[in-house]
Nanobody
């Protein structure tokens, strides 16, 4: 099982980034996917989540209207489109795959997002 995040980097305030999470080793479409982030000195927090079929999404209040979670089950990949970034969005971003009914819970290694001028 592998979750590999990519797309992080340094961006100026107001800019955009798209994170990708490439999954392998499990039936991707059967898993809810989510993105978390952890800033220095802070707890890891849920940013956005999407159901296996992609029919339902949920967002943290701090990112509503700016971030969009999506998935392509044919490519076994989840995405996080981040717009209007602010320095407060600086964190390591992690993707997570869950199938609670089967006790399955996988995490990626994280990708750094830094928003700075």
């Amino acid at each position: 099982v592998q979750l590999v995040e990519s797309g992080g980097g340094l961006v100026q305030p107001g800019g955009s980034l798209r994170l990708s999470c490439a999954a392998s080793g499990f039936t991707f479409s059967s898993y809810a996917m989510s993105w978390y982030r952890q800033a220095p000195g802070k707890e890891r927090e849920l940013v956005a989540a999407i159901t296996g079929a992609g029919s339902s999404t949920d967002y943290a209040d701090s990112v509503k209207g700016r971030f969009t979670i999506s998935r392509d089950n044919a490519k076994n990949t989840a995405y996080l489109q981040m717009n209007s970034l602010t320095p407060e969005d600086t964190a390591v971003y992690y993707c997570r795959a869950r199938r609670p009914a089967f006790g399955r819970d996988y995490w990626g290694q994280g990708t750094q997002v830094t928003v700075s001028s």
